[in-house]
């Protein structure tokens, strides 16, 4: 039987300290929790997510409730996306354990092969 989920509650990303990642259907993780999952600090976190939503990389869910800061207002939950462009972005234990998960789930076969079809295709054009 699965719950539903309420509005603004979070669908939380987990590592075990075995290293297993389980991730949820929908993402839903505020700053606070995306800092605790990846091991680091709440500032760290929080200065990351704002640089990549300037740079345009990873948006926030502005669906839900939102905070003001100055003349800004911010999403107070952020998805997968955002989560997977701070991973990679910042260094520690969990950032490296969440890189391996999603490296080994993103890559396939198909996906291992394009390169060497491409270099292929590159020296019979020269």
């Known amino acids: 039987m699965k719950r539903e989920l309420k509005i603004g509650e979070s669908q939380l990303i ?3 300290g075995e290293g297993t990642v389980t991730v949820p259907d929908k993402v ?7 800092a605790g999952l990846l091991g680091i600090y709440y500032q760290e976190a929080k200065k990351c997510i704002r ?6 990389v990873a948006p926030g869910d502005y669906t ?15 998805g997968l996306e955002m989560i997977i462009a701070v991973a990679f972005h910042v260094q520690s234990e969990n ?4 890189r391996k998960w999603i490296v080994k789930h993103s890559v396939s076969p198909k996906l291992i092969d394009l390169p060497v079809s491409i270099s292929r295709q590159w020296h019979e054009w020269n």
């Not at 839903?28 to 995306?34: F, H, V």
């Not at 640089?51 to 345009?56: N, P, T, V, Y």
């Not at 950032?95 to 969440?98: A, F, G, K, R």
């Open 14 to 16: 987990t590592i075990t």
């Open 51 to 56: 640089a990549i939503e300037k740079s345009g």
């Open 28 to 34: 839903r993780m505020t700053i606070d929790e995306i």
């Open 95 to 98: 950032t490296q354990v969440l």
């Open 64 to 78: 839900l409730s939102g905070t003001v800061e100055g003349l800004n207002i911010y999403p107070d939950y952020y």
